[in-house]
């Protein structure tokens, strides 16, 4: 059962189907994807981590009839609301405190917000070590929620694991770049490249060799050449739109057992359903995303499942309204 039943019906129709699609995503993967995991060796339940980090985007100037503040926070809300909408299971469920500070957002070694960054790394990292999870579900939150966890079980199973980055854009900036962002610094990251002391930080990487994007359709200035000079592969919504073949054929060459996903809501096609921030054309559709996760799923042990970069511009607008009503304070 989807904790979406019993929504006040005041709830605008684009709320609900907002809800209701993030719900059919997250129930359609997380429980295919944990009845097959469980079908592997190892049986074990996966550790939910609820990571709001909003701190990694630079995004408010997207969406400009949304207050910046409330903006640049909504990954938090996002976080809040994909575990809202999430199976009712009996994972162990964790959050990550993040700061709600809006001016707590200094450039440092070309990272916004780098020193809060840090510090919750190092809170999420102190879970999982005390924790010591085998399967991780991240629900976030901007895409760098996947850093910790994902290298956390790169460290696990060293040279037995690929990364399928589900995304429109490739998330391989360094701090050096333009863009001060650090979700867009979230694979190379996991590549272990970036902030010195970040990297240090991290518990493990993962080889170019075994990390694939999928959806990719979107670059920076220059990411394209570098991609290219990492030699990561990619592949464009067109070569997944009727099958995950090339997905499969990919992952067989690596010669791993266990796979992470991240998958970045703005994979999907806008015309299908906004759900991040990104709105660019020629995207996944939500059926075509659940497939490939499912896919990777059956054949091999998925051990990180991570659902980022929710931004719901709604259910925002939603609860300005409602703090402008008299009565609720």
């Known amino acids: 059962m ?26 359609a993967t997380s429980m295919y994807a944990q009845k097959n995991s469980k079908d592997m060796k190892n049986e074990t339940t996966p550790l939910r981590l609820i990571y709001p980090q909003w701190q990694g985007g630079i995004v408010d100037h997207w969406m400009p009839d949304i207050p910046a503040e409330d903006s640049s926070r909504g990954y938090y809300l996002g976080a809040q609301l994909l575990n809202l909408l999430a199976p009712e299971s009996n994972q162990k469920t964790v959050e990550v405190p993040v700061s709600l500070d809006i001016n707590d957002r200094a450039i440092e070694k070309g990272i916004s917000a780098r020193n809060v960054i840090v510090k919750q790394s190092k809170a999420a990292l102190d879970i999982l070590n005390e924790n010591n999870p085998d399967r991780i579900i991240t629900l976030g939150g901007e895409c760098s929620v996947s850093v910790v966890p994902f290298t956390y079980l790169a460290a696990k199973y060293p040279d037995d694991i690929a990364v399928v980055w589900i995304d429109a854009h490739p998330d391989i900036n360094l701090p050096y770049d333009a863009y001060k962002g650090y979700h867009a610094m979230a694979l190379t990251a996991c590549l272990g490249m970036g902030d010195e002391e970040i990297i240090n930080m991290l518990p493990g990487k993962f080889d170019v060799s075994k990390t694939l994007i999928v959806g990719l359709r979107s670059w920076d200035e220059g990411m394209q050449a570098r991609q290219k000079e990492l030699g990561i592969k990619g592949l464009a919504p067109k070569y ?28 999907i096609d806008p015309a299908d359903m906004i759900a991040g921030v990104g709105v660019e054309p020629d995207g996944m559709k939500t059926e075509e995303v659940i497939r490939v996760i499912n896919d990777i799923a059956a054949k091999y042990d998925l051990v990180g499942l991570t659902v980022a970069e929710p931004m719901p511009r709604i259910a925002i607008k939603i609860r300005n309204m409602l703090n402008r009503l008299p009565l609720f304070k």
Not at 4 to 19: A, D, N, Q, W
Request: proline letters at 4%; glycine letters at 6%; aromatic letters at 10%.
């Open 2 to 27: 989807y904790k979406t039943e019993g929504l006040p019906i005041f709830v605008p129709k684009k709320m609900r189907s907002f809800l209701a699609s993030i719900a059919l995503i997250i129930g």
């Open 240 to 267: 997944v739109a009727e099958h995950s073949t090339a997905i499969m054929e990919w992952l067989k060459g690596t010669r791993v057992s266990k796979v992470v996903i991240h998958f970045d809501l703005d994979v």
